[in-house]
């Protein structure tokens, strides 16, 4: 009995891993679609010193 209970007990564990990892995948493909579709838009962060306070085309 004491095995079962263990065994039920590490399954559990096992399956409330997988969940976490599961929403760690999904919330880090969220932020890297919001990345790329705010690349894509047009505006962001102007790297050159020249244009520092020019409006990023």
Request: no cysteine.
């Amino acid at each position: 009995m004491f095995e079962y209970e263990m065994h039920r007990m590490r399954a559990a564990e096992l399956i409330s891993e997988a969940d976490n990892r599961r929403l760690i995948r999904q919330v880090r493909k969220a932020r890297k679609e919001a990345a790329r579709n705010a690349r894509d838009k047009g505006e962001g962060r102007v790297d050159s010193l020249r244009a520092r306070f020019e409006r990023a085309a």
